[in-house]
């Protein structure tokens, strides 16, 4: 639990004291549809799979904090220096070190609590190294298409 915490503090706070790009309407967003996305996805693979879970295969309260306020801020730092304005390459550069940084942030959490508090069931960290490009292409999607709405009124 005390790695937990730690996140959450840590990445609200760069989070936070960083943003430069997004408003606050675009925070709630981006927070709405994180926690909403990420509840979705641990559904079946939490849930029903029971690939990976934080701290218990049961749905728990000491999970909620995960599920809640530990993503949303790493998408919003993710979205805040996203190199909109330069070259492919720089944006796929970009990509990479972040699932890189990503990985490594899993496998920190994977540690023995209390320090750590995310498990593997049948989860492999190559899931996550693939999987996650795709999950964060939806999210800069997703923030496109908030940003057009928001010219458009």
């Not at 701290?55 to 805040?80: C, E, G, R, S, Y």
């Not at 944006?91 to 490594?104: E, H, K, L, N, S």
């Amino acid at each position: 639990m005390i790695g937990l915490i730690i996140a959450i503090i840590v990445f609200n706070f760069i989070a936070f004291t960083t943003n430069k790009r997004l408003t606050a309407n675009q925070i709630i967003h981006i927070w709405t549809f994180t926690s909403i996305f990420q509840g979705t996805f641990d559904s079946f693979v939490d849930y029903k799979f029971h690939a990976y879970w934080y701290f218990t295969k049961d749905i728990d309260w000491q999970a909620v904090p995960a599920h809640l306020v530990l993503l949303p801020p790493v998408n919003m730092m993710f979205l805040n220096w996203y190199p909109f304005k330069s070259a492919l390459r720089v944006q796929t550069f970009y990509f990479v070190y972040w699932v890189i940084g990503t990985a490594i942030y899993e496998l920190i959490a994977l540690l023995p609590a209390p320090w750590g508090y995310f498990h593997y069931g049948s989860w492999k960290l190559w899931y996550s190294v693939l999987i996650n490009p795709i999950l964060l292409l939806i999210l800069l999607g997703y923030y496109k298409w908030i940003v057009k709405i928001e010219k458009e009124l």
